[in-house]
């Protein structure tokens, strides 16, 4: 298994930007995708960005441009830069470990998910 701990989630102003850490232990981790989804109050979890062993990053439509996703393999962390953040973006958002070096943001991919870190954008 795979423990993941996630930081950096907080209040921001429509505009602002945070970044989110998500820290990995308990297997190895640079041979494995990894990713974040959010989850809004009342609605489905929905994914967000993913990012694979060899760095390629993957976007969803609703962030793109605005978000940026890497990954610090000697460290073990993946982070998740949030620019631009608009009221829409307040969620939970949850780090994702995948079972395979290539993660394309499917649910059923994920082998580990983090404990969740709220990201609350004013209007």
């Known amino acids: 298994q795979v423990h993941l701990v996630e930081s950096g989630g907080g209040l921001v102003q429509d505009g602002g930007s945070l970044r989110l850490s998500c820290a990995a232990s308990?297997?190895?981790?640079?041979?494995?995708?990894m990713g974040w989804f959010r989850q809004a109050p009342g609605k489905e979890r929905e994914f967000v960005a993913a990012i694979w062993s060899g760095g390629t990053p993957l976007y969803a439509g609703s962030v793109k441009g605005r978000f940026t996703i890497s990954r610090d393999n000697a460290k073990n962390t993946v982070y998740l830069q949030m620019n631009s953040l608009k009221p829409e973006d307040t969620a939970v958002y949850y780090c994702a470990a995948g079972r395979l070096p290539i993660f394309r943001g499917e649910e059923r991919d994920v082998y580990q998910w983090g404990q969740g870190t709220q990201v609350t954008v004013s209007s």
């Open positions: 308990g297997r190895t981790f640079n041979n494995y995708g």
